[in-house]
C-alpha cells in the first residue's frame, strides 16, 4: 500500500508540476496580449487622428480654393471697373481737365452699367463692390462741383474750391485701393471672411 501511496504522491507532482509550469507559461502571454491590445489601440487612435488631420486639410483646402474662385469671379466681373477707375486715378496725378474727367466718367458710367448685379456674391459686392462704386461717386461729385465752377463767372478752380476737388479725389482714389487689396485677399472670400 505504501507503494501505491508513493506512486500517488510521485504521480501528483508530476501533474502539478506540469501545471505549474504551464500556468507560468499563460502568464507571459496574457500580458502580451495585453501589451498588443494596447498596442493596437493606440495605433488605431493614431489612425484616427491622422484621419481627421486629413480631413480637417482637406476642408481648409477646399475653403481655400472656393475662397480663390469668389475672389476670381469677382475679378472678372468688377476688373473691368477698377481699372477705368484706377486710370481716372493715375491721370488725375499727372493733370486732367474737366472735359477729359467728364469723359472718362462717362467710360467708366458704361463700364458700370454692364456689371452684372445679380451674379455678384455678397462678399464681392462688400469688399469691392460698394469701395468702387463709392470712387465712381467721388469723381461724380467731384465733376459736379467743377461744372458748377465753370459755369459761375465768380469762381475759379484755385485754391479753396482747388482743394475741396482733391479732397473728393483723394477719398475716391482711397476707395479704389480699398478695392484693389480686397481682391488680392482671397480670406475676405471665404464663408468665415466677414
Given at each position: 500500500?505504501?507503494?501505491f501511496?508513493?506512486?500517488l504522491v ?8 506540469g ?6 507559461e ?8 495585453a501589451s498588443?491590445s ?11 487622428e491622422?484621419e481627421l488631420?486629413a480631413e480637417k486639410?482637406?476642408e ?15 475679378e472678372?466681373h468688377?476688373?473691368?471697373l ?8 493715375g491721370r488725375?496725378?499727372?493733370g486732367l481737365?474737366n472735359a477729359?474727367l467728364?469723359s ?12 452684372p ?10 469688399w469691392?463692390g ?5 470712387a ?10 467743377w461744372d458748377?465752377c465753370?459755369?459761375d ?7 479753396a474750391?482747388l ?8 477719398t ?10 480686397a ?12
Amino acid at each position: 500500500m505504501r507503494k501505491f501511496v508513493i506512486a500517488l504522491v510521485v504521480a501528483s507532482s508530476w501533474s502539478l508540476g506540469g501545471c505549474g509550469s504551464s500556468g507560468g507559461e499563460d502568464r507571459p502571454n496574457a500580458k502580451a496580449e495585453a501589451s498588443a491590445s494596447a498596442d493596437a489601440e493606440a495605433s488605431k487612435s493614431a489612425e484616427a487622428e491622422a484621419e481627421l488631420e486629413a480631413e480637417k486639410e482637406a476642408e481648409k483646402q477646399a475653403a481655400r480654393a472656393a475662397a480663390q474662385d469668389a475672389l476670381d469671379d469677382c475679378e472678372g466681373h468688377l476688373g473691368g471697373l477698377l481699372e477705368a477707375l484706377r486710370q481716372i486715378d493715375g491721370r488725375l496725378d499727372v493733370g486732367l481737365t474737366n472735359a477729359d474727367l467728364t469723359s472718362r466718367l462717362g467710360d467708366v458710367a458704361v463700364t458700370y452699367n454692364d456689371i452684372p448685379f445679380k451674379k455678384l456674391s455678397v462678399k464681392c459686392v462688400q469688399w469691392v463692390g460698394v469701395p468702387l462704386e463709392n470712387a465712381y461717386s467721388e469723381y461724380s461729385k467731384s465733376v459736379t462741383k467743377w461744372d458748377a465752377c465753370i459755369d459761375d463767372y465768380y469762381c475759379s478752380v484755385e485754391g479753396a474750391k482747388l482743394a475741396e476737388l482733391q479732397g473728393h479725389w483723394s477719398t475716391a482714389s482711397k476707395q479704389i485701393d480699398q478695392a484693389k487689396r480686397a481682391l488680392s485677399q482671397p480670406k475676405k472670400f471665404t464663408n468665415s471672411g466677414i
